[in-house]
């Protein structure tokens, strides 16, 4: 249903270096940039290598506000491994634990996450469905 979705950030380069870092972790990676020095609207966007952005940070400075109460993005995830690898990076680079990676049984006998805060304030979890 959805064709991309986008967080406003208060600094491009802090979050820039987050989200480079746990998009890595998931296999994803930047698919474009317009980071034109003095521009207002400074954006990034991340997707499958290749492709076009599935998600895209862009800049609001003071005026980015994370989402309210039970606002959070779900991104996929390739293994638990990369759940994992997405729950250090996020944690190595700004971010804070929201849950740690392990089975979620209440949302499905394979649901594996991680859940974290990014430096906005924004709430993200990797997730991955796989039996193993």
């Known amino acids: 249903m959805l064709h991309h979705a986008s967080f406003g950030v208060s600094n491009i380069q802090k979050s820039s270096i987050f989200y480079d870092a746990v998009f890595l972790a998931l296999g994803y990676s930047r698919v474009w940039e317009d980071l034109t020095p003095g521009q207002i609207d400074q954006a990034i966007g991340y997707g499958p290598t290749g492709s076009?952005?599935?998600?895209?940070?862009?800049?609001?400075?003071?005026?980015?506000?994370?989402?309210?109460?039970?606002?959070?993005?779900a991104f996929s995830a390739p293994s638990?491994?990369?759940?994992?690898?997405?729950?250090?990076?996020?944690?190595?680079?700004?971010?804070?634990?929201?849950?740690?990676?392990?089975?979620r049984p209440h949302y499905g006998p394979h649901y594996y996450a991680a859940f974290v805060i990014d430096p906005d304030g924004n709430h993200i979890e990797a997730v991955c469905k796989s039996p193993s």
Not at 94 to 103: H, K, R, S
């Open 80 to 103: 638990r491994e990369a759940v994992i690898a997405f729950h250090l990076a996020a944690l190595a680079h700004g971010g804070v634990d929201n849950g740690a990676p392990g089975l």
């Open 52 to 73: 076009g952005d599935k998600f895209a940070i862009k800049l609001r400075g003071a005026a980015a506000i994370p989402g309210g109460s039970g606002h959070h993005l």
